[in-house]
Nanobody, 116 residues
Framework: QVQLVESGGGLVQAGGSLRLSCAASRTIFGISVMGWYRQAPGKQRELVATLTTGGRTNYADSLKGRFTISRDNAKNTVYLQMNSLKSEDTGVYYC??????????WGQGTQVTVAS
């Protein structure tokens, strides 16, 4: 199991930026897919972005061009750069790691609040 700890959330004005970090308890070099998901109040958790070991990225259609996922294997950390934030981006952002046959680990989440 991999422990994931998110940080970098907070309160930001609409149009602003935040960078979230997800620190893993061990190397992420062999983790097939690292990703970010979010959950807004009263809604289901949804995909934000994923990044494979091969560098392939996948973004929610509505977020393309504003959000960027990246990873630093040397620091065992995955990042989510969020620009031009909107009020609808408010929610709890979760880090996710998928590896092995069926491992699927989650962090505890970090709150992002965008004030309009």
């Amino acid at each position: 199991q991999v422990q994931l700890v998110e940080s970098g959330g907070g309160l930001v004005q609409a149009g602003g930026s935040l960078r979230l970090s997800c620190a893993a308890s061990r190397t992420i070099f062999g983790i097939s897919v690292m990703g970010w998901y979010r959950q807004a109040p009263g809604k289901q958790r949804e995909l934000v972005a994923t990044l494979t070991t091969g560098g392939r990225t996948n973004y929610a259609d509505s977020l393309k061009g504003r959000f960027t996922i990246s990873r630093d294997n040397a620091k065992n950390t995955v990042y989510l750069q969020m620009n031009s934030l909107k009020s609808e981006d408010t929610g709890v952002y979760y880090c996710n790691a998928k590896y092995g046959v069926s491992y699927n680990d989650w962090g505890q989440g970090t709150q992002v609040t965008v004030a309009s």
